[in-house]
């Protein structure tokens, strides 16, 4: 069974910190990965996917990295703002399109 | 941008009650998720729905859930006789049939059972 765990469960930061969120998933025989902001009480969005035959996805300051064969993505946040402060989860595609979600990593950036 | 739309946001009901929840696809999307996430903890699969009938589900969907499309837009899901520990937020995703497989979610519905 897949197990997805995410490293910090909490983070804290002053504004402008490049940071990174690490996601780590037991069976690396996945289909895809994916990375998703949630703020609190409120729904998915999802932020970047990254294909089983890719490495890397960047989207404006979000840089998402898969290493398969050691069942490790992490998220890349450049120069932080107070708008990033959200939970950021990781979920696998275990199945072609089944999702197995990480608790998420809860991430604080103060002006 | 199409968009997974969910009702109600938020409904309160008490214990042993029926809810359905409900979910408008984007349109040309052919496969449908329901996820829940009790509050604090992870997001977790329960079913998936594919030319109408379900095609996987969790361990979590037991008799007391059902899902359908009842007129070929909708999707829902239906808790026959809620719990206390139904109380979690519902979210639906769907997917179309390009080949990344990428799912996209509603806002999800809150139930809160009393």
């Known amino acids: 069974k897949q197990e997805v765990t995410q490293i910090p469960a909490a983070l804290s930061v002053p504004e402008g910190e490049n940071l990174v969120l690490n996601c780590s998933f037991t069976d690396s025989a996945i289909y895809n990965l994916q990375w998703f902001r949630q703020d609190p009480g409120k729904g998915l969005t999802s932020l970047l996917l990254?294909?089983?035959?890719?490495r890397e996805q960047t989207s404006g300051r979000l840089n998402a990295s898969l290493d398969k064969s050691s069942g490790r993505s992490t998220l890349y946040i450049a120069a932080s703002q107070p708008g990033d402060s959200a939970t950021y989860l990781c979920?696998?595609?275990?199945?072609?399109?089944?999702?197995?979600f990480g608790k998420g990593t809860m991430l604080l950036v103060s002006p | 941008e199409p968009e997974v739309t969910q009702t109600p946001s938020h409904q309160v009901t008490q214990m042993g009650q029926e809810v359905i929840l409900r979910c408008v696809p984007i349109s040309n999307h052919l496969y449908f998720y329901w996820y829940r996430q009790i509050l604090g903890q992870k997001v977790e699969f329960l079913v998936s729905f594919y030319n109408n009938e379900i095609s996987e589900k969790s361990e979590i969907f037991d008799d007391q859930f059902s899902v359908e499309r009842p007129d070929g837009s909708n999707f829902t899901l239906k808790i026959r006789s809620t719990k206390l520990e139904d109380s979690a937020m519902y979210f639906c995703a769907t997917r179309g049939g390009g080949n990344t497989g990428e799912l996209f979610f509603g806002e999800g519905s809150r139930l809160t059972v009393l």
């Open positions: 979920a696998v595609y275990s199945g072609y399109s089944t999702l197995t």
């Open positions: 990254i294909q089983s035959s890719q």
